[in-house]
């Protein structure tokens, strides 16, 4: 008895390793990494449009500043894709994480919603490493597990950052916005640095590097192949590849018209305090994780398209509701039900992206529309990161500072417009978007 008891014991480990196997090398370091940041941005995201506010800011203040972020990418974007297919990506990813650390110190000492504004404007200029992670990220999982490997990715960080949304709302509630604030972009500033010395101490390059050196005397030469090879680089996009460009492009302006505002709108319309928001976002980040890497799974096997057209249309009923919630159990509810789909939408989408493009222009592909795993309705107040492009940064740029404006016309509006956009994108997706036959490897 006791020997067969053993015996499954390690039957089922077996299976359960060789399941994960993915979960190694850069993979696994990415997300160690990725938790350290993701708790970090977990506490002071969802609390950033509170803390613009405390510093006199108004909504359209608020809007002016998630606009100021992607401005950067607009211009460091071709040049990361190129360096991402040129150059070291391991020292890309560090030196990135180095540099956010040392900008997010400025939120600490700010003394108006200007500081906010300056830092953000700063740190969109920090995206450089985004197409190299990326890329590493697509080079280190073979097709049959970029779903599952991309959704445990996700699942990893996210589990990491449960409770960080709702300690930053306790935290918020016991010491106040302005003091409060201060306290949370102090533990970023530090998460970050302990994430850049991680990946610079363990991330290991997936190809062979070009024997080309960079430097400032031939930085022009280096500008000028970037975004000379843009227009020849889009001529090689298939259908399904502007396809999926057109709707997560068109996922970021529904992110920056929305995303700033959940908080907002729950405490000022919903009566909902710091912590109870937080609470919310606890219970929807559990219903994420147990959701991930089934949700993972199921994409491999079932394809990528079918799950992004059944989350455009959950996303645009869903998103509908919350505009329309009452109570604290309504919200709970609309959103652990957006995160689960979602759940659905990060993966299909970031791995659809993966199979579609050829390895050899990954970095510059994922410069120009990012990594492809759009978050569907975040509402921790973030729009960019790793899915950010430069083809993305102007749409967003625009629809940041239009949610500020729409919001201070009329705070139901996102609600309605937001749907109204992910309709577009449905349609896109329904007549254009199909997997591949032969994923690229």
């Not at 010491?175 to 610079?200: K, N, P, V």
């Not at 001529?235 to 396809?243: D, G, I, K, L, Y």
Request: proline share 5%; glycine share 12%.
């Amino acid at each position: 008895m006791i020997s067969r008891v053993i015996g499954y014991t390690v039957h089922v480990g077996y299976r359960v390793t060789n399941t994960f196997s993915f979960m190694r090398g850069n993979v696994l370091v990415l997300s160690v990494s990725g938790a350290l940041g993701m708790f970090a941005r977990s506490m002071v995201f969802p609390y950033v449009p509170l803390y613009i506010m405390s510093l006199g800011g108004q909504p359209e203040e608020i809007g002016i500043v998630y606009a100021l972020g992607p401005l950067g990418g607009l211009l460091v974007f071709p040049v990361a894709g190129y360096l991402a297919d040129h150059v070291g990506r391991a020292k890309l990813i560090a030196f990135a994480r180095f540099a956010t650390g040392g900008i997010v110190i400025i939120n600490v000492f700010a003394e108006s919603w200007e500081w906010i504004a300056f830092a953000r404007l700063l740190q969109g200029f920090i995206v450089f490493h985004f197409p190299a992670m990326s890329a590493i990220i697509a080079d280190s999982l073979s097709p049959e597990h970029r779903g599952r490997g991309m959704a445990t990715m996700n699942t990893v960080s996210g589990s990491v950052a449960i409770f960080a949304p709702y300690v930053a709302g306790l935290l918020l509630d016991h010491y106040g916005i302005d003091l409060g604030m201060r306290i949370l972009y102090s533990a970023m500033a530090i998460a970050y640095l302990a994430s850049g010395t991680i990946e610079r101490m363990f991330i290991r390059e997936t190809r062979d590097l070009e024997n080309e050196h960079i430097s400032l005397a031939n930085a022009s030469g280096i500008l000028k192949d970037a975004y000379s090879g843009v227009l020849g680089l889009l001529r090689r996009f298939s259908v399904p590849m502007r396809a999926l460009s057109v709707i997560l492009i068109l996922g970021f302006v529904m992110n920056g018209i929305a995303s700033p505002f959940w908080v907002v709108y729950a405490q000022s319309h919903l009566g909902l305090s710091s912590s109870e928001w937080g609470l919310v976002l606890l219970i929807e980040s559990v219903a994420r994780s147990l959701s991930g890497i089934p949700a993972g799974f199921i994409v491999d096997r079932f394809g990528r398209t079918r799950f992004i057209v059944a989350a455009l249309v959950m996303g645009a009923v869903l998103i509908t509701a919350f505009g329309f919630a009452k109570g604290f159990l309504a919200v709970v509810m609309i959103r652990c039900a957006i995160s689960m789909t979602g759940s659905f939408f990060s993966p299909a989408s970031g791995a659809l992206l993966a199979d579609l493009v050829p390895r050899d222009i990954r970095g510059r592909v994922m410069s120009a529309i990012g990594r492809g795993a759009a978050r569907l309705a975040p509402a921790s107040g973030g729009t960019g990161g790793p899915g950010m492009g430069f083809l993305v940064t102007i749409p967003l740029i625009l629809a940041s500072y239009a949610g500020g404006v729409i919001f201070a016309w009329g705070p139901g509006l996102p609600w309605l417009i937001v749907p109204g956009v992910m309709v577009i994108s449905l349609g896109v997706a329904v007549f254009f978007l199909q997997d591949p036959k032969e994923a690229e490897i």
